[in-house]
């Protein structure tokens, strides 16, 4: 088997970018935060989720795809945690933020609630396009990673893995931290052969992620 060649994504096209910043500066709102398959919303469009383990930084990139400062906070008090929260991009996608995984607190019965809900989506919803996993660039792909990396791979959604706090490293342990993470996701047969490299404080690769996003079909 041709094992893939994992790159760092390109900078998008003119067109490409022009079509991410559309999309993004577009109505964007919060439609609900979902504890069960019975409340998904209808499967009417295109969807991409977001994944990433606890303080990975997630909250802090949807915000910054948004050019919303709040928009993802607003959706994480507590006791909505273990929701699926559900963005609308005005009416042409769904974007949903997934809980941060990997929190030891978590009392058993509530991880287990939820590791059945992540599945139950992910095996489930025929309209997700791509889920995007985020790593910190800091510390690359770490064993609590794999988990969902795995389940992904048994789901047979496609995910795009994206170094986040970028702006935290110097240039030789970025170097260090992807070819860390090109070596781990070669095992995956659901990785994209691309990875995003970002900074949510500097802006690094948000219109590329825009671009991405707006642009799948």
């Known amino acids: 088997m041709t ?3 994992f790159t760092l994504a390109p900078d998008p096209t003119d067109e490409a970018r022009e079509k991410g910043r559309l999309m993004f500066a577009g109505p964007v709102t919060f439609v609900k935060g979902v504890v069960a398959m019975s409340g998904l919303p209808p499967a009417d469009r295109l969807e991409v989720c ?3 383990r606890s303080n990975v930084g997630k909250s802090s990139l949807i915000n910054a795809l948004t050019g919303r400062k709040t928009l993802a906070r607003a959706s994480n008090t507590p006791g909505r945690t273990q929701e699926i929260n559900y963005f609308a991009l005005g009416e042409s996608r769904y974007m949903t933020d997934l809980p941060g995984y990997g929190y030891a607190e978590a009392p058993v019965a509530t991880v287990r609630k939820w590791q059945e809900l992540l599945k139950s989506y992910l095996a489930g919803r025929q ?3 791509r889920a995007f996993v985020l ?3 800091r510390h690359g792909v770490k064993a609590v990673d794999e988990e969902i990396l795995k389940l ?3 789901s047979a959604v496609t995910f795009q893995c994206v170094l986040t706090k970028l702006d935290k490293i110097n240039r030789a342990e970025r170097d260090a931290v992807v070819e860390q993470v090109k070596g781990a996701l070669a095992k995956h047969p659901a990785a994209y ?3 995003v490299v970002t900074s949510s404080e500097k802006g690094d690769g948000i219109e590329t992620l825009r671009a991405i996003i707006a642009t799948l079909e």
Do not use: H, K, N, Y
């Open 3 to 5: 094992q893939l060649q």
């Open 50 to 52: 977001f994944a990433g």
């Open 127 to 129: 309209t997700l396009r």
């Open 135 to 137: 790593i910190d660039s």
């Open 152 to 154: 992904l791979d048994r």
């Open 193 to 195: 052969p691309e990875i």
